[in-house]
């Protein structure tokens, strides 16, 4: 069984970095391609980013230049930075394994 567990959220000024983190467990994970979606309040579940097993990466266009997604294989984890934060990046930040894996989400909050 597949587990996804996200940590890094935090409440941060407009203009700050964040890094976030995902730990995976319960499947090859060199194999899967990884991603990170995010919920904001009313919104619906969006895509941030997603990694594949060879690190082909793939961003959505309101994240292009701010966020960068990586992974190591070696830990297991998946990661994403995004720096100088916006108030629109307010929002719960989910891990996602290929094909339909999700992680419970950490909030990132933007806010001065």
């Known amino acids: 069984q597949v587990q996804l567990v996200e940590s890094g959220g935090d409440l941060v000024q407009p203009g700050g970095s964040l890094r976030l983190s995902c730990a995976a467990s319960?499947?090859?994970?060199?194999?899967?391609?990884m991603g990170w979606y995010r919920q904001a309040p009313g919104k619906q579940r969006e895509l941030v980013a997603r990694?594949?097993?060879?690190?082909?990466?793939v961003y959505a266009d309101s994240a292009k230049g701010r966020f960068t997604i990586s992974r190591d294989n070696a830990k297991n984890m998946v990661y994403l930075q995004i720096n100088n934060l916006q108030t629109e990046d307010t929002a719960v930040y989910y891990c996602w394994q290929f094909p339909n894996s999700w992680g419970q989400g950490t909030q990132v909050t933007v806010s001065s």
């Open positions: 990694i594949g097993s060879g690190g082909d990466i």
């Open positions: 319960g499947s090859i994970f060199s194999l899967k391609t």
